[in-house]
């Protein structure tokens, strides 16, 4: 009977040595599967299986002799130690991707690198059974979630080996997949950072996962154990009237207060200042001040080293960013909406009235307050000051522009006509 002689040293018939490959093959990956944490795929990496490629006549007869003569080096036994070994290479990939980061991007920290590691360790750790999985996200593009995008999701990827994808979309775009999916019951990303406003949603859809449920069930083995979600800041505006955390605050959008400090150090604006309103011009304590030195500097000062200064920016172009500018704020600092956490109860910040977490009337006739004198009051302040303290171009800008324009401004470099600011 004609046959040939491989690894094994028997003499063997094209078919024999099929069957050979193929229990082999079978073998050997029930053995990577019995012994390491590894996705089953990695087994394409072995150079043995150019033998099972030679053995079913894939190859030319030199390729054959090649397969053969790489696969007679690499016995039994080295083919187990290499399979063994492999899980420690990996360890120490992640580990060292850990020992970068912690080293480079996470520099400096609260906690001590020591602190950091371990952290990292217990990422890698409990990562394991989902290594080769791919998770997909998404969110608004600003520059915090364009950090994630682009930085973050590489170090989770590289530590954990699990694939993120943080897709970066506009804001009504976020809501428009968020309630596609809502009311689809069709998954299009498995996770989505997103408004806290949309609690109410979350709670009534009954669509959203509890964050808290979450980590105190099946989650519990994958929630960082120094995780403290007392820490966080505004996790009452992402809790539910269940009690229940429905989302984990990422960012927050804060009212700053923007001014030329050389300015406002100056002996000669000061002095001025002072005849003028009988007090130290300094940082606002209120509004009153603040519209003391809005005036002082748009109407009084009008001019510093030759260029037109003011002393107010804001934004009036018709825009989503206009409403944000009433809603997230501007109302409830005049007097608008209740007391109570999260947002005003059962009044809110926005001057809409809720009866158990569900909108029930936003008018004084409905129960609300967005067109309260409060709300009146605030909306008259702004177009006031908008029109009287503020760059005419302000009134044709968005909130994106604006930001732009104060910027150049508040650069003391800056040599171009742009108008002057100190504060916003």
Same mark, same amino acid.
């Given at each position: 009977?004609?046959?040939?002689e ?5 003499r ?12 082999g093959?079978?073998y ?6 019995? &012994? ?10 072995f150079?043995?299986?150019a ?10 007869k030199e ?17 187990m ?17 850990a020992k970068?980061?912690?080293s ?20 890698t750790?409990?990562?394991?059974p989902f290594?080769? &999985?791919?998770i ?13 995008s ?11 080996g699990?694939?993120?994808t ?22 299009i ?9 949309l ?16 980590i ?17 800041? =505004? ?10 955390i429905?989302q984990?605050?990422?960012q ?6 923007w ?12 002095k ?28 009084h000062?009008?001019?510093i080293?030759g ?7 804001d ?11 009433f809603?997230?704020?501007?109302f409830?600092?005049a ?20 009866d ?10 409905? =129960? ?9 009051y605030?909306?008259?302040?702004y ?7 503020a760059?005419?171009e302000?009134q ?22 742009t ?6």
């Open positions: 009977m004609c046959g040939k491989g690894i094994f040293a028997i063997t018939t094209r078919g024999d040595r099929l069957f050979i490959g193929l229990l093959s079978a050997i990956h029930l053995f990577f599967i019995g &012994m390491t944490d590894l996705p089953i795929w990695y087994l394409r990496d150079h043995c299986l033998y099972f490629r030679s053995a079913l006549g894939l190859t030319t390729q054959n002799y090649e397969a053969n003569a790489c696969c007679k080096e690499m016995d039994p036994l080295g083919l130690i290499s399979m063994l070994l492999a899980p420690a290479a990996f360890a120490d990939q992640y580990s060292d991707a970068k980061w912690v480079g991007e996470f520099t400096p920290s609260t906690l001590s690198q020591e602190e950091q590691l371990k952290e990292m360790a217990w990422f750790e409990a990562a394991k290594r080769g &999985m791919e997909k996200v998404v969110s608004e593009t600003i520059t915090t979630h364009e950090y994630e682009k930085v973050l999701a590489k170090a989770f990827e590289e530590i954990t699990i694939k993120l943080h897709d970066l979309i506009q804001e009504g775009d976020v809501v428009e997949k968020l309630q596609t999916e809502m009311q689809s019951n069709r998954s990303y498995d996770a989505y950072i997103n408004d806290s406003d609690i109410g949603t979350h709670f009534r859809y009954g669509k959203a996962y509890p964050i808290s449920d979450y105190e069930s099946e989650g519990k083995d994958v929630t960082l154990p120094t995780l403290d979600l007392d820490d966080f800041i =505004g996790i009452s505006f992402t809790t539910g009237p269940d009690g229940k429905y984990l605050p990422d927050q959008f804060a009212n700053l207060y001014f030329r400090a050389d300015w406002f150090a100056r002996d000669d604006l000061k001025q200042f002072r005849d003028i309103y009988g007090y130290e011009l300094g940082v606002p304590v209120n509004w009153s001040a603040y519209e003391d030195i809005a005036e002082f500097f748009s109407v000062v009008k001019e080293d260029q037109r200064v003011y002393g107010h920016m934004y009036g172009k018709k825009d989503p960013s206009l409403g944000w500018r809603t997230d704020a501007w409830s600092m007097g608008a909406g209740d007391k109570g956490i999260p947002n005003g109860i059962p009044v809110d910040e926005w001057g809409i009235r809720v158990g977490c569900s909108p029930v009337g936003s008018s004084v006739a409905r =129960g609300g307050a967005t067109n309260g004198p409060a709300a009146v605030a909306t008259t302040k177009v006031d000051w908008l029109r009287e303290y760059p005419p302000a044709g800008m968005t909130f994106s522009e604006a930001a732009l324009c104060r910027r150049k401004a508040l650069s003391p470099s800056k040599s171009s006509g108008p002057r600011l100190p504060l916003t």
